[in-house]
């Protein structure tokens, strides 16, 4: 059973260990990788002299199907070693990100990067400009069948491919029109200081950006207000140059759709995957259609917190504040690999092995990345970085979405060849979603305990609250902004927050209390600088939600362990309709908001709170 604490008011406080503290046990093993740092500097010595040979392959590539095939295998030959030293050196500097020798191995891999992306820009012009007979003749040769979905795919980007000088003038400008996106991250992240906040026991805690969201959390009414007015006063300072850095950003999705000749930005990006632009249509559509019972939730929580309005920053502390938990890291493996158990022996052993071996950096150490995140490379563990503390329950959660992601990584590795095996961002959030979904399913029906229940329930409704509602919100604003450019609307600071205000009018609804500093939310989400990416949050969960549904009901996770094993050898479409999904209809997104109206009345029962009587 899931022990359960009553919170107390006193706090032990403690040092963060450094790295060599961790026991080794504790510690991801990245010797799958390299052996050591001089392995790594040795591979990158022979990438630098090996890649420049590319350009054997120029003028060649209609030569035979077997010269497209060397040409094919030798960029592999380059891909694979490169994806490895990325992987290796990323996963180094989150374990420390001051360390200068990591940083510095990180930064020498990006610059040989856009020199291999300039060397082999030669490679897509030179086959979209072989006629379309012959290019279907070599590639239906047999010696290119291992290649040939890579060949149908590239052959999609045919009216969006420049030549080749104009492809190297584009390769060579990535960093230099990605430039307000670095501003962006140093304003938010090193420059803009948030000061302290004095809390009810008189003591001063420094409020930041990785702060601001544990005060949101706080039962204390009058500490979230004061943090919420008290971290928008230094974006309002700032809104000119934020406002600046967005609408730049926005200048350049839209420069680089009209230069490969899409019609418009938003289409561009779901091309590359072919995603049909009614997924995003629907999306918006669907949620606007369901407001109500998000609408419905902000009353329950007014009430359940005794408040007579409700503001922003009472939307995310717990209504079940009591609530505290004891899991050490194994106890959470324990119920993450029960809560998986419908999908057979094979995934939770494998699982289990991994979680209980050494693909996890299990705890914070000094100088860590903070958060979490699953990454891995063809070949090797798909590794998972925690800050895992036994004390927060959500941890356990977080455990369950990367072991998700890494399950999908290792069977689309073992299933499919290196250059089928990446799945796209559209596919990854439905593998870790999932995990959690059964996590939920299966915790509610092992407690009879109604306080635990009230909590999960409430966590939920709050997952599908920030993943569907608001990264929809997000998606029609970032939709918005992008046809105002592409019309020739100039994007000033009034215009950004004036369409931002109108959004959450809208989602937030009549009875909700809208600080006027909120209008800047729009200007300190990093993700508008990715543009169109965060719809695939909310696809993703919709997604999820059917599948671990249709898992639960029939007890068959044989389609859903195909969809996994499949990596990204089909389009992330078509890959969720053979596993039972179809994103292109409305049906999953309305489940998934029938799922939110549900858990919103069965939450309100156990509070006791009639959210039909006024």
């Known amino acids: ?3 359960l604490f009553r919170s107390t008011d006193a706090a032990s406080v403690s040092r963060v260990p450094t790295r060599h503290e961790i026991p080794e046990s504790d510690r991801w093993d990245l010797s799958p990788l390299y052996p050591g740092d001089t392995a790594w500097e040795a591979e990158f010595t022979a990438l630098q002299k090996h890649y420049p040979q590319i350009r054997q392959f120029r003028g060649r590539l209609a030569e035979s199907p077997a010269s497209l095939l060397a040409a094919l295998e030798f960029e592999k030959s380059i891909d694979q070693p490169l994806e490895r030293l990325a992987t290796y050196a990323s996963l180094r500097v989150s374990e420390n990100a001051s360390d200068p020798v990591f940083l510095e191995r990180e930064a020498r891999l990006q610059n040989l990067h856009t020199d291999i992306v300039e060397q082999c820009s030669f490679l897509n012009p030179e086959l979209m400009a072989i006629p379309d007979a012959p290019f279907a003749s070599l590639a239906s040769a047999p010696a290119l069948a291992p290649w040939r979905r890579v060949l149908e795919r590239l052959r999609r980007f045919q009216p969006h491919t420049l030549n080749e000088n104009e492809e ?4 060579m400008s990535s960093q230099p029109l990605a430039g307000h996106e670095d501003t962006f991250s140093q304003l938010t992240n090193v420059d803009l200081k948030f000061g302290l906040i004095t809390d009810r026991a008189g003591r001063q805690v420094e409020l930041s950006q990785s702060s601001f969201s544990s005060f949101l959390v706080k039962p204390d009414h009058d500490l979230r207000r004061r943090a919420f007015q008290q971290f928008y006063e230094e974006f309002t300072d700032h809104k000119f140059t934020l406002a600046s850095t967005l609408a730049n950003s926005v200048r350049t999705d839209v420069f680089q759709a009209k230069a490969r000749r899409y019609p418009s930005a938003l289409k561009a990006a779901l091309f590359r995957h072919n995603i049909p632009i009614e997924v995003y249509t629907n999306l918006i559509s ?3 259609a ?7 939730y902000y009353e329950l929580r007014r009430r359940a917190l005794g408040l007579e309005e409700v503001h922003h920053y009472d939307t995310y502390v717990p209504l079940v504040p009591q609530i505290t938990t004891h ?3 194994d ?18 052993r494998e699982l289990e092995a991994g979680l209980r071996g050494r693909w996890c950096d299990r705890y914070e150490s000094k100088g860590k990345r903070s958060g979490a995140f699953s990454s891995g490379c063809y070949g090797c563990p798909p590794y998972i970085l925690m800050n895992y503390k036994p004390d927060v329950f959500a941890d356990m959660f977080t455990l369950a979405h990367e072991a998700g992601h890494s399950m999908h990584t290792w069977y689309a590795q073992r299933d499919q060849t290196f250059q089928d095996h990446h799945y796209p961002i559209f596919l990854a959030e439905v593998a870790s979603t999932f995990n959690e979904e059964l996590l939920t399913h299966h915790l509610l029906t092992q407690t009879d305990d109604l306080p635990m229940k009230a909590y999960l329930l409430n966590r939920q409704i709050d997952d599908l609250r920030g993943t569907i509602y608001r990264q929809t919100m997000f998606a029609e604003f970032e939709k918005i902004i992008h ?6 609307e100039a994007l000033t600071l009034d215009t950004l927050t004036t369409i931002y205000h109108e959004l959450l009018v809208t989602y937030f609804g009549p009875d909700f209390t809208l600080d006027p500093q909120l209008d800047l939310e729009c200007l300190r989400i990093p993700h508008f600088y990715s543009a169109f990416y965060v719809y695939q949050y909310a696809t993703g969960m919709s997604a999820a939600i059917a599948l671990s549904r249709q898992v639960l009901e029939t007890g068959d996770p044989s389609r859903y362990l195909a969809f996994l094993q499949s990596g990204g050898r089909q389009d992330p479409i078509d890959t969720l309709k053979l596993a039972g999904v179809d994103m ?16 919103v009345d069965e939450l309100a029962n156990l509070l006791k709170i009639d959210l039909n009587q006024k």
């Open 483 to 488: 046809q105002r450019q592409e019309a020739g």
């Open 584 to 599: 292109t209809s409305p049906t999953p997104v309305e489940a998934a908001l029938q799922l939110f109206a549900q858990r």
């Open 290 to 296: 369901n407001l109500t019972p998000l609408h419905r």
């Open 1 to 3: 059973t899931i022990m």
């Open 331 to 348: 106890q959470a493996i324990d119920r993450t690999i029960a809560a998986t158990a419908p999908l057979g022996a094979e995934y939770t």
């Open 168 to 171: 190297r003038l584009l390769a």
């Open 286 to 288: 669907t949620v606007r």
């Open 327 to 329: 899991l050490t890291f």
